[in-house]
């Protein structure tokens, strides 16, 4: 499938992957519209830090997700949609669990219902790999169970069955791309290498985390936005649940200690109880297999591999170490 002259909206294009995404799509010549969510600052998050020549060609729609006629007009005249749009900290789902049903679960049934209304041609719609729980075996294939160990990772797994419900009903034309970890510039600080980098960056050698323990595949953002790329161009993609992640898995405690050792600073790691899950809802274990993504899409991880995994670390470290960049972030709080 060609993406062509199409009209692509993408939601939640003010977010991390969506604002990669969103400059991807633009700087290869494609007609965007950017679904912001509205609010009373005008605000188009991380978009706004893009190069003029980029936001000049996006058309920027503000609206919100969890209503209807919001949702009608942003999917009006548009022929794929990229939903990204969701509430995704793992640990404010503890204190909002409502929130996070409204906006994933009720926001990503409005989206079905636009797109089915004006036969919108692909609908690439956004998981992720916390609807496994901690691995039951690995690495985790596609067929692996779904284990909502918190309310997030449950209102996705929700989402993603109205979609495939809405496929299976009416025949929706909907790809579910399920990316594992993704890290890179412009991440918010809930995320761990965000936090790390940030403490590290603003002078402390004594950094906070919570559990070390755990493992994770973690995806190089531009490997992501490649993979929702390659998702709505590819024929055999509707009606799939595809993995997108670099097959390699390292402790967060090791993943520290690699930060730390690219910037050159000798590290004390601090577990404060605060950052750690309740003991059941943490996953342990995240492990991608992405054999399904290489046959299907043609894709597969460019920032794969420890050598990849610490190539994307520099460019992150990096971009962090801007002090332009570091001022849009609270360092000395915890981001929940």
Known sequence: MSLGPKKILITGAEGFIGSHLTEKLIKSGYDVRAMVM???????????????????????????IRNWDSVRQAVR?????????????????????EAYVDTNIKGTLNM?????????????HTSTSEV????RFVPITEEHSLQPQSPYSATKIAADQIALSFYNSFNTPVAIIRPFNTYGPR??????IPTIITQLVSGNRQ????????????????????????????????????????????SIGDTARLIAEIMGIEV??????????PKKSEVKRLWADNTKAKQLLG??????????????????????????????????????
């Not at 496994?132 to 691995?135: D, E, I, L, V």
């Not at 990849?308 to 609270?330: A, H, M, Q």
């Open 77 to 97: 005249g548009c022929d794929i949609i990229f939903h990204l749009a969701a509430l995704i900290g793992i640990p404010y789902s503890y204190q909002s669990p």
């Open 299 to 336: 894709w597969e991880p460019v920032y794969g591999g420890h050598n990849g995994f610490r190539k994307g670390l520099v460019e992150t470290i990096n971009w962090f170490s801007d002090p332009t960049n570091l001022k849009k972030y609270k360092v000395h709080l915890y981001n929940v």
């Open 38 to 64: 509205y609010n009373f600052q005008n605000s188009w998050g991380w978009l706004e830090d893009l190069p003029n020549e980029i936001l000049d060609n996006a058309e920027i729609f503000t609206g919100d």
């Open 207 to 250: 950094i906070k985390l919570g559990d070390q323990q755990p493992t994770r595949d973690f995806n190089y953002v531009k490997d992501t936005v490649a993979g929702f790329i390659a998702m709505a161009a590819a024929e055999h993609s509707v009606g799939e649940i595809i993995n997108i992640g670099s097959s390699y898995e390292i």
């Open 187 to 192: 991440q918010s600080a809930r995320a761990v």
């Open 268 to 277: 004390e790691i601090i577990t404060e109880t605060d950052r750690l899950r």
């Open 132 to 135: 496994y729980g901690t691995a």
């Open 112 to 124: 079905l219902q636009a797109a089915r209304e004006y036969g919108v041609e692909k609908i690439v």
